[in-house]
């Protein structure tokens, strides 16, 4: 059974930073690009950033770039982004995801996904 564990979100204040995990199971982690999406509360689902199967070639929505970092350890089966220089804009619920087998990430992005974790909340206020 394929899962996404998401964690590591709270609330920081604006200027914050959080490291955000997610644990992968029940596939072969290394094969497959994945990604971040964030959902804001009455909004839609934003792309945020995404990293191929061997962790050199990473991307990033305009709105996070130079402020948030994804990368990954194939070795735990984790991706990870850090966020720092977090805004109030930057509240979200942020999910991992997995494309399906073979789709590439490229600079902008994708929302075709066949697995989503639970998603973690990550709340940005003074």
């Known amino acids: 059974e394929v899962q996404l564990v998401e964690s590591g979100g709270g609330m920081v204040q604006p200027g914050g930073s959080l490291r955000l995990s997610c644990a992968a199971s029940g596939f072969t982690f290394n094969n497959y690009d994945m990604s971040w999406v964030r959902q804001a509360p009455g909004k839609g689902p934003e792309w945020v950033s995404g990293?191929?199967?061997?962790?050199?070639?990473?991307y990033y929505a305009d709105s996070v770039k130079g402020r948030f970092s994804i990368s990954r350890d194939n070795a735990k089966n984790t991706v990870y982004l850090q966020l720092n220089s977090l805004k109030p804009e930057d509240t979200a619920l942020y999910y991992c995801?997995?494309?399906?087998?073979?789709?590439?990430?490229?600079?902008?992005?994708?929302?075709?996904?066949?697995?989503w974790g639970q998603g973690t909340q990550v709340t940005v206020s003074s």
């Open positions: 990293i191929n199967t061997f962790g050199d070639s990473t």
């Open positions: 995801a997995r494309p399906p087998l073979g789709l590439r990430i490229g600079p902008q992005g994708t929302f075709e996904y066949d697995y």
